[in-house]
């Protein structure tokens, strides 16, 4: 019974252990996983500067998220996050989906530029990402040879994101903007997982989806003449492009 007791609390101290380990690798996997997979997803500069996760209470942040403009637009970002928090199952590091109870997001910085002759820097990200994942379908990269045949894959059950805060940039003005707080829950749940590259096109689709309405509604609240018939044709532009992203 003694000997059985032992076995029983070693292999205790070693899980224990192998958590805690699992906690100093996760976090520079993550960080270079946003800089790699970010830029196929995006068509764009896309950073980390770091991702901490504290194994044993399995609460973790990430700093400094950086998403850059697509080229041809003026400013250098379209997307900053100071700080993300994430809770995960901490059992779940060691498998190969790690299960994410909650992202959560408080005032982002989003830039939404728009161009006097139409469109605009979001409505080129989200055609970058439309074509660079496929619809969503299947991950940018994944016919490469080179691939992993089990790449770490995650599941959230609750991304909540409020605060955020908009600067909308029209014939060199700008305009502050409030978007509306979001909540997606259940991402890769159903599916027993997600790979990155669909989880970051999952959520980036969203997210951006909100920016041209409201973009297009303060222009015709702030009665702009040409702009605001202008913001017509970008909610009617791009409806296509909404229906293919959320799989309408």
Same mark, same amino acid.
């Given at each position: 019974?003694?000997s059985? +007791?032992?076995?029983?609390l ?9 958590v ?5 690798w ?5 960080v270079?996983?946003?800089d790699?997979?970010g ?16 194994? +044993?209470?399995?609460?973790g942040?990430?700093a ?15 997307i ?16 190969d ?18 161009s006097?002759?139409? !469109?605009?820097?979001i409505e ?34 609750s991304?909540?994101?409020?605060n955020?805060?908009?600067t909308?940039m ?11 707080? +979001?909540?997606?829950?259940d991402? !890769? ?6 790979t990155?590259?669909?989880l ?15 973009a ?12 605001? !018939? ?6 009617g532009?791009t409806?296509g ?8």
């Open positions: 019974m003694k059985l +007791l032992k076995i029983v070693v292999l205790a101290l070693l899980a224990v252990i192998a805690v380990a699992a906690g100093f996760i976090g520079p996997i993550i270079k996983a946003v790699t997979i830029p196929r997803v995006t068509g764009t500069a896309v950073t980390l500067d770091s991702a901490k996760i504290l194994p +044993l209470s399995g609460g942040t990430l400094g998220f950086f998403v850059g403009n697509p080229k041809g637009w003026a400013g250098d970002k379209a900053y996050v100071g700080e993300l928090r994430a809770s995960v199952r901490p059992l779940s590091l060691l498998n989906c790690i299960e994410v109870t909650e992202v959560f997001i408080d005032s982002p910085e989003f830039v939404f530029e728009k006097l002759t139409g !469109g605009s820097n080129t990200l989200l055609r970058q990402i439309e074509e660079n994942t496929g619809g969503g379908t299947r991950p940018p990269g994944s016919a490469e040879s080179g691939a992993p045949a089990k790449p770490i894959k995650f599941s959230v059950k991304f909540r994101l409020q955020a805060k908009m909308l029209v014939a060199g003005q700008a305009l502050p903007v409030p978007l509306p707080p +979001l909540t997606i829950t991402l !890769g749940v159903a599916e027993g997982g997600i990155a590259d669909q970051a096109s999952k959520v980036l689709k969203r997210v951006l989806a909100q920016m041209i309405p409201a297009a509604d303060e222009l015709k609240k702030l009665g702009l003449g040409v702009l605001g !018939g202008a913001a017509d044709g970008v909610t532009a409806k492009i909404f229906n293919k992203l959320l799989g309408k």
